[in-house]
């Protein structure tokens, strides 16, 4: 931790830090905690007098700081180019390299967050390898947000198959959520940049014959019905 005033200084060790002020200082001092630290620091105060040649006289007293945790809003990171597929087949999400690739990632990284993911502009009816639907976006109908694992977003096998002869271009939005273990404090990654397209290549589905055996008459015309 450190404090700040004007043309103060402090030695000793990084954790913990003595600091030489004058009565002027003091009044404009500020602590500043370490980045991502939180908890209680406690904070040691001496005052010493001197009155000329007489001998030194000082006091101590300690207080505590409370420093609440605060979480961390994720890194985000979408395919620039967007992801392709075809109609009623599987599309490849996860697993993907380079500039092409999903990622979200906790900015604190002292195991006080843990990091929930969230992917939405998902179709109704659509289905993902991996997660859990947590059913209609009340902001977008029609359209679904999931749950995804972390590990999803690395692993080739996360797919994505849109509904039934759907085919068109899907906006999805990756979101990532950082949570504090110790209060409970949410920071959520901004969705500004972190929306990429999937585009589902439509296919043509072969036609169905549907016939029936029709039993005529030597001379008579009989009807055929094929639907």
Do not use: K
């Amino acid at each position: 931790v450190g404090f700040t005033a004007a043309g103060v200084t402090g030695t000793g060790a990084a954790a913990v830090t003595t600091y030489n002020l004058t009565p002027a200082q003091a009044a404009g001092l500020h602590v500043q905690p370490f980045a991502n630290l939180h908890g209680t620091i406690t904070v040691d105060v001496t005052t010493t007098s001197h009155d000329g040649t007489a001998m030194s006289r000082s006091d101590t007293v300690s207080f505590a700081i409370t420093v609440a945790a605060v979480a961390d809003a994720p890194t985000v990171q979408v395919p620039l180019a967007a992801l392709a597929g075809t109609e009623d087949s599987a599309i490849q999400l996860g697993g993907l390299r380079g500039a092409q690739a999903l990622s979200v990632a906790l900015v604190d990284i002292d195991g006080s967050e843990v990091l929930s993911v969230v992917l939405s502009g998902i179709p109704e009816g659509s289905i993902l390898s991996r997660g859990a639907n947590n059913g209609a976006d009340p902001a977008n109908p029609g359209y679904t947000t999931w749950t995804v694992p972390v590990s999803a977003l690395s692993d080739a096998g996360f797919t994505l198959t849109p509904p039934l002869n759907y085919s068109g271009t899907l906006h999805l939005t990756l979101t990532g959520n950082a949570i504090e273990l110790s209060n409970g404090s949410v920071a959520t990654s901004p969705t500004a940049g972190h929306t990429f397209d999937v585009a589902v290549a439509p296919v043509a589905d072969a036609p169905e014959i549907l016939s029936r055996n029709v039993t005529i008459s030597d001379g008579i015309d009989g009807t055929l019905n094929l639907n």
